[in-house]
């Protein structure tokens, strides 16, 4: 079975710190995608970043990182720099090849980011 | 612009009114999928449709059914809402073919069933 978890529930961080957001996740399947979403209070979801499960190196947008360590099945988020704008909800999400149909979603993390 | 499209934004029912949500997209997609919204459970998946005409249950499909005559629109009709169904309803599009290809979300849609 396919599963998504992040522990965090709700984080703080104060504004231009650095923070990491945890995923991990557990498939059977040889090969997925990654991905993180950004919800802010608005509703919408935000693509952020992608990591391939064959990829040798961890992804990285702008500010936003990807801390991939496949053989524990975890694929954190980094963002540097924390910004107030950067206060939302936050989602990891993961697609596995075999099954592409399915997209499977974490419960998310609330952050805050504080001024 | 490319973009899923849902309407409506809101919408407050009744427990047993039928309705449905309209989705579209603009990107020419094989791939679109319904997810709902809940507190402490993230998105869940209700329907997906591989393309048209080929449709099938997520993980929560009770209470829902879909369609997919054309490409481009993929409606969630709710034959007889109930209030365990109020939540937050995303559509969401995705072209096929590769993994780095994620979905596109609409904008939502904030469903209250009383």
């Known amino acids: 079975a396919q599963k998504i978890t992040q522990t965090q529930p709700g984080m703080f961080v104060q504004e231009k710190e650095a923070v990491t957001l945890d995923c991990t996740y557990d498939t059977s399947d040889p090969s997925y995608g990654l991905f993180w979403y950004k919800q802010p209070s608005s509703g919408e979801m935000i693509f952020l970043i992608y990591?391939?499960?064959?990829?040798?190196q961890n992804a990285t947008e702008g500010r936003y990182s990807l801390n991939f360590q496949k053989a524990r099945k975890s694929a954190n988020l980094v963002i540097s720099a924390s910004q107030l704008g950067d206060s939302a909800m936050y989602f990891c999400a993961m697609r596995p090849l075999y099954n592409f149909n399915k997209f499977y979603f974490g419960s998310g993390t609330k952050l805050n980011v504080k001024p | 612009e490319a973009q899923v499209t849902q309407n409506p934004r809101y919408l407050i029912t009744v427990t047993g009114k039928k309705l449905t949500v309209t989705c579209s997209q603009n990107m020419n997609h094989e791939y679109m999928s319904w997810y709902r919204q809940d507190p402490g459970l993230g998105l869940r998946q209700i329907y997906y449709?591989?393309?048209?005409?080929?449709?099938d249950k997520g993980d929560v499909p009770e209470g829902y059914k879909v369609s997919r005559k054309e490409k481009r629109n993929f409606p969630l009709i709710l034959e007889s809402p109930s209030p365990n169904q109020t939540s937050l309803y995303f559509c969401a599009s995705s072209p096929g073919g590769r993994l780095d290809y994620g979905y596109t979300f609409g904008s939502g849609t904030r469903l209250t069933v009383v």
């Open positions: 449709s591989m393309n048209v005409e080929v449709t």
């Open positions: 990591q391939g499960s064959y990829d040798q």
